[in-house]
C-alpha cells in the first residue's frame, strides 16, 4: 500500500495543493513564488527521498509569513496523513549535516506529540523573498501539524544561506530516517502514536 497524502488548503490568503509521496525517488516539482523558499523544499524532498509537489499562491505583496507557514501546516498534514497509524516505522530519526563552514544537527521522534526546540541564530533580514524568521515558523506549523518532536541545532557557521541550507538538507535525511519501515510492530510501549 502506498504511503501518500494530497491536500488543498484555501485561506483568504494563501491557496496550496500538494501532494506528498513517502516511499518516493526524492522527485519534486515546487512553486511558491518564493525562490529560495522553492529551492529549500526542492533539497528537503531530495534528501528525505520523497516525492513532492507543491503550488501555491499567497499574498507576496503582503510578505512572505503567510504562504511559509501555510506551507508548513500542509506539509505536516501530509506527512501524518501518509504515515497512518505509524506502524512499523523506525519512529526517530537525525542526521548531521556540513555546509562549508557551517554544521546543523537534527533529531525527530514521530512521537504524536508536537515540539520544536530550533537553535539557529541568523544575521541577514533575508535571503532572496525569503524572510529569515521565517525558519522557525515553517518548521514550526510542520511539527504541530506532523505531531512531530523536532530538535534543529546550527553548531555553527557564518553564511545564512549555508545554515538554512544545512537545516533543510538535515531535516530531510531526519525524515527519510524516521519514516524507515523496520518492521510491522507499532514502535510505542503505549500501544499508539497519535
Known sequence: ????????????????E?????DGTGKSNISTGVGFFD??????????????????????????????????????????TALGDKRGIARYGNARVPMDETLC??????????YLVCHCDLKRDQIGSFSCEMLPEFLRAFSDHANLTLHVN??????????????FKAFGRAVKEGI??????LPSTKGVLE
Request: net charge negative; hydrophobic share 40%; aromatic share 4%.
Open 1 to 16: 500500500m502506498k504511503r501518500c497524502a494530497s491536500l488543498t488548503r484555501n485561506t483568504k490568503e494563501t491557496q496550496i
Open 18 to 22: 500538494a501532494t506528498l509521496l513517502l
Open 39 to 80: 529551492h529549500m523544499l526542492t533539497l528537503f524532498a531530495f534528501h528525505s527521498g520523497m516525492d513532492l509537489t507543491m503550488q501555491a499562491h499567497g499574498d507576496l505583496d503582503v510578505c512572505d509569513h503567510h504562504l511559509v507557514e501555510d506551507a508548513g501546516i500542509v506539509l505536516g498534514e501530509l506527512l501524518k
Open 105 to 114: 544537527s537534527v533529531d525527530l521522534d514521530f512521537s504524536g506529540r508536537s
Open 154 to 167: 546550527v553548531l555553527y557557521g557564518e553564511n545564512d544561506h549555508h545554515k538554512v541550507e544545512a537545516v
Open 180 to 185: 524507515r519501515i523496520v518492521n510491522d510492530e
